[in-house]
């Protein structure tokens, strides 16, 4: 059996502070390089990339609008202030609660009456927090894809409804649909600046601009909206686009 020289007190104790030294000192550098990380990003990285930026519908569609705009939308002030600020213009909705067991209800509602392309029909109440990320998908995802690929601004959304009391698919069971809190839209078509109209019923499967517009748009929706759902999902949205900000992580 070997022998263990026994270390002197004041040496282990040396030690020890050695040690304890050493692990401040490697967690000051760590904290040091995350500071240091983020100023860095904060001059080189665009605020749309940056999550704890404040939320702003000039900004491009970036890695963190979906969630920025989840986290402004959960707020009533910030909401409305972000709208306004954009010049956005809104009437308030008053809250109610309705269908049996107050399966739907409005709250925190309102509708856009300028400031974006004009939704028909008109009257489509929104909670603060689908209005939101409408008027950015429409702004910074719709509006530069017409651009690019058909050449000309949209000036209205056809619509199927926002707010709907009933569950999903109309069924008599299962889950409530989001549009029973007025936190969801079907986008059925695009009106074009020359009086033409882009719809996902007859246009989705178009493989020239019309087609590639609509795919833009989907998969732009898919970067700012909680659920965006399509053709490409099933037969029930073969003709529109659902959005909501309160479903699932779910793009198809």
Request: aromatic residues 6%; positive net charge; glycine residues 8%.
């Amino acid at each position: 059996m070997a022998y263990r020289v026994p270390r002197h007190p004041r040496i282990e104790h040396h030690a020890r502070r050695q040690t304890r030294l050493a692990r401040l000192t490697g967690l000051a550098l760590l904290w040091l390089l995350v500071l240091v990380m983020a100023f860095v990003a904060q001059r080189v990285i665009p605020d749309q990339h940056l999550p704890w930026k404040p939320l702003s519908i000039i900004d491009p569609v970036g890695m963190a609008t979906r969630l920025k705009a989840a986290r402004a939308g959960a707020d009533p002030r910030q909401c409305r202030a972000i709208l306004a600020q954009a010049g956005v213009s809104f009437a308030e909705v008053p809250d109610r609660v309705e269908g049996e067991g107050g399966l739907c209800h409005i709250r925190d509602a309102l509708r856009v009456e300028s400031g974006m392309a004009k939704l028909s029909p008109a009257d489509a109440p929104l909670a603060c927090k689908e209005a939101l990320a409408l008027i950015l998908w429409e702004r910074q995802v719709v509006q530069p894809a017409a651009d690019e690929l058909l050449g000309r601004s949209v000036v209205g959304l056809d619509h199927y409804g926002s707010y709907a009391c009933r569950r999903m698919y109309g069924k008599a069971e299962g889950p409530v649909s989001e549009h029973a809190s007025a936190a969801a839209i079907d986008i059925a078509a695009f009106r074009l600046a020359d009086g033409q109209t882009v719809s996902v019923a007859s246009d989705w499967t178009d493989p020239g601009p019309r087609g590639q517009f609509l795919r833009r748009v989907r998969d732009g929706a898919c970067r700012v909206f909680q659920t965006t759902l399509g053709p490409d999902y099933n037969a029930e949205h073969r003709d529109h686009f659902h959005l909501d900000m309160s479903g699932g992580n779910l793009c198809a």
